[in-house]
C-alpha cells in the first residue's frame, strides 16, 4: 500500500459521493453512510432526528471514511478523517451548506426551483460541520497483484 499525500486525500475526499461516518451511540461504534460536501477544511452534512443526532449531540467526536475501488483492475484508495462535529445554528453555514450539496448532487436530485414532487432535503433540518483535524489516506500502491486485491482468502 501506498500513502497518499494530503492534497490526494483531500482530493478523493471531495470527489466521492458517499462517506461513512463512524460515532458513538450509547456507547457503542456506530457506523452510517451519508451525504456530504467539502468546505475548505471542514465538511458539511445534513441530518434529521434520529440516532445519529442523538449520537452527534452526545459525542461530537467523529471518524469519517471515503473511499474509490476499480473493480476493473481491483486498485483501491481510502481516506480516513478524525474530526469533532459541531451543529451549526447560524443560517449562512446552513445556506451554503445547501447550495454545495445542490450543486455536489443536482445529478440526482434535479432542480431544486422546479415545482412540486421531490424535495429531498426538506426533512434535514440539522447541519453539522466538522472540522479536520487528521486526515490521511492509502492506495492498493504500485505493486498491485491480483493475490493482493481486497477480499483475497
Known amino acids: 500500500m501506498d500513502p497518499l ?12 459521493p458517499v462517506a461513512h461516518i463512524g460515532l458513538i451511540s450509547d ?30 449531540r452526545h459525542d461530537p467526536r467523529v471518524c469519517i471514511e471515503a473511499s474509490q475501488y476499480d473493480p476493473g483492475s481491483g486498485e483501491w484508495a481510502s481516506v480516513i478523517v478524525f474530526g469533532n462535529a459541531t451543529e451549526a445554528d447560524d443560517s449562512p453555514t446552513g445556506s451554503l451548506t445547501v447550495e454545495l450539496l445542490y450543486e455536489k448532487y443536482s445529478g440526482v436530485l434535479g432542480d431544486p426551483l422546479s415545482r412540486g414532487g421531490f424535495q429531498p432535503m426538506a426533512g434535514l433540518p ?28
Request: no cysteine; aromatic share 8%.
Open 5 to 16: 499525500t494530503r492534497e490526494q486525500a483531500f482530493q478523493l475526499l471531495d470527489g466521492a
Open 27 to 56: 456507547g457503542a461504534p456506530y457506523v452510517t453512510p451519508m451525504s456530504f460536501v467539502l468546505d475548505g477544511e471542514r465538511i458539511l452534512f445534513r441530518t434529521k432526528p434520529g440516532k445519529k443526532l442523538d449520537a452527534l
Open 126 to 153: 440539522h447541519v453539522f460541520s466538522v472540522s479536520i483535524d487528521e486526515i490521511t489516506g492509502l492506495s492498493s500502491g504500485r505493486g498491485f497483484t491480483p493475490r493482493t486485491r481486497p477480499g483475497r482468502l
